[in-house]
């Protein structure tokens, strides 16, 4: 039986879901903020139907772990969780800033990529990558969150995705040589079912109930009472 | 009928199975009490990542602690509001997507309606019509209950909750988060008549509530008195005793004003031993009865959210796919069966 994965991305202003089999890969993108709850049962749905499958011929289940959105994250996880606890799948947590390195290689055939989502607050998520002759990704700087102002990249030359070098793209391009892509914004499904048929074949799946969200960012925002810090 | 029911609307998360035919046949929860304690109230982010870390284990136990497998069950109901947005988002998209994927029917229940219901989970139970006091951290509301979904707000508080009256007073007494059962324990030690807090809002008509300021009043008394612990219970006392006569008072009026006899009391506050005493010798005086969930359920709980989200499956209430949280969610908006 050939691997199918089906991904399901809400961690950022982008909703998507993505059906990879042998023969295609069905997907779905739209960009909704605030509205991922309410359309990404009905993406799933709609994907499973067009590839005319049901769930149980799905093999496993990818998520958007983050960083990005708490609440957007939260909800893909959780949709999937369902999905996954309700079939018995297994699930492969795919991180949406290497999605987006894996969404600037099939644009541009891009091997080296630095992605930052703004994080808000002033700060960004970023993370680095260098592509492997496997495909695969190796992370050169790992996913943190911090002002732009303190980035400091381990490539001089990349590819550049995602929002936070729209927003802060006076500070982050004077970083390097970097080539901007005006394609990937926003992590998308269609890059997570290709990198998590990786993980896959290679057994990085977790089972329903240990999926979790990855915030990179823990502590800003709650303040313990004085004494319990 | 059996229905798996899911609560995530604060800091508890619950699950639990209930069944027309043979009752509650499974009831896990995991209280966050303790996470928040550190921080002195809940903090909304923080009770959103533990719901999701949650809610499938207690899925799992619930199934387990029924001897059950998802084919045993006719449908999923979960909390969809009022409540923390992200926390009734955590539950409600691991909810939504499981029913989809067991092939149930979903439908999203009022958390209110839930606590109104939940004395229908004992053996006792109260026939309709009745009038509810919804008594919690977040609400405080007089109903006059004709039927499931046939509710009338007879009162609310015009601004804190009485829980959270509790809990704001408990803090200025130097109690732990949630103060409120801490309070009304040291106000066992308490001398009856030492302080006088006053009975707001009684001494006009009308069923609406507001105890602000006993919290203010608490504070000046303790700036004047100091805060010796027999001043604390003395404090306690006093104010227990307020809160509980005010509830009092509004249901002996809403009582009169309905003509009903029977009275629930539910939700956290509803544990409250003084009010649970005090409220059974008025119903005796005025020849009625008053109706109670037990402790466990009095409190927020996944029991409730099933046996109200299976009446409204009965009657062919259900969800689509497209899952909507509904923080603010009046409960007379809601249809009748």
């Known amino acids: 039986m050939s691997t199918k994965i089906l991904a399901i991305d809400a961690a950022t202003e982008a909703c998507s879901v993505a059906l990879l089999t042998q023969e295609q890969t069905v997907s779905r993108f739209e960009v909704i903020p605030q509205q991922h709850s309410q359309r990404l049962l009905p993406m799933v749905d709609e994907v499973l139907q067009e590839a005319n499958m049901t769930l149980s011929d799905v093999s496993a289940i990818a998520f958007g772990r983050g960083p990005g959105s708490f609440t957007g994250v939260r909800i893909g996880v959780g949709i999937a969780q369902g999905l996954a606890f309700g079939a018995n799948l297994p699930m492969v947590p795919v991180s949406s800033l290497e999605a987006m390195a894996e969404g600037a290689y099939r644009e541009h055939g891009a091997e080296q990529v630095i992605a930052a ?14 592509r492997q002759d496997t495909g695969e990704w190796l992370c050169l700087d790992p996913e943190c969150v911090m002002k732009p102002e303190d980035a400091e990249f381990s490539l001089s030359e990349a590819t550049v995705v995602g929002t ?3 927003t802060y793209q006076d500070i982050l391009m004077a970083k390097g040589q970097f080539m901007q892509s005006d ?6 499904a269609l890059d997570m079912v290709t990198l998590a048929a990786r993980y896959f074949v290679k057994g990085q799946t977790v089972r329903a109930e240990e999926a979790e969200p990855v915030y990179v960012r823990d502590t800003v925002t709650w303040k313990k009472l004085p004494g319990r810090e | 009928m059996r229905v798996l029911g899911i609560e995530t609307s604060c800091d508890e998360t619950g699950v639990a199975i209930y069944s027309e035919a ?3 046949l499974a009831h896990q929860l995991y209280s966050q009490v303790k996470l928040h304690a550190d921080y002195g109230g809940v903090v909304p982010e923080l009770a959103s990542r533990d719901h999701i870390r949650k809610t499938l284990p207690l899925i799992q136990a619930a199934l387990k602690e029924a001897n059950l497998s998802h084919t045993d069950l006719d449908g999923i109901a979960f909390t969809q509001g009022p409540g923390l947005v992200g926390a009734l988002l955590a539950g409600s998209s691991i909810a939504r997507s499981l029913a989809y994927a067991w092939k149930l029917p979903a439908v999203g229940v009022h958390h209110m309606e839930g606590h109104l219901l939940a004395p229908m989970l004992e053996d006792t139970k109260p026939e309709f019509p009745f009038l509810a006091l919804l008594v919690s951290g977040g609400h405080t509301m007089m109903v006059a209950v004709k039927a499931i979904g046939e509710y009338e707000i007879l009162g609310e508080s015009i601004d804190d909750a009485a829980g959270e009256a509790f809990d704001k007073t408990a803090k200025l007494l130097g109690l732990d988060y949630p103060g409120g059962p801490l309070l009304a324990k040291i106000a066992t030690q308490g001398t009856e008549g030492r302080f006088k807090f006053p009975r707001p809002m009684t001494d006009r008509p009308g069923l609406d509530f507001s105890f602000s300021g006993l919290k203010t009043f608490a504070a000046n008394t303790i700036a004047k008195e100091g805060d010796d612990l027999q001043t604390q219970a003395d404090i306690a006392l006093a104010f227990e005793q307020a809160v509980v006569d005010t509830l ?17 009391i539910a939700g956290g506050v509803s544990a409250n031993q003084r009010l649970r005493e005090q409220l059974a010798v008025m119903m005796e005086k005025l020849n009625g009865k008053v109706f109670y969930p037990r402790t466990a359920f009095c409190t927020d709980n996944g029991a409730m959210i099933a046996y109200a989200g299976l009446a409204r499956l009965k009657a062919g209430q259900t969800l689509d796919l497209a899952v909507k949280a509904r923080p603010r969610w009046p409960i007379n908006e809601l249809p009748p069966l």
Do not use: N, S
């Open chain 1, 117 to 130: 989502i703004d994080a808000r607050m002033g700060e960004i998520y970023t993370a680095t990558y260098q």
């Open chain 1, 183 to 188: 394609r990937i914004l926003l992590p998308a």
């Open chain 2, 22 to 24: 043979e009752g509650l």
């Open chain 1, 164 to 166: 936070g070098f729209e």
């Open chain 2, 248 to 264: 009092a008072i509004k249901c002996k009026r809403a009582l009169e004003q309905t003509k009903m006899k029977r009275l629930v």
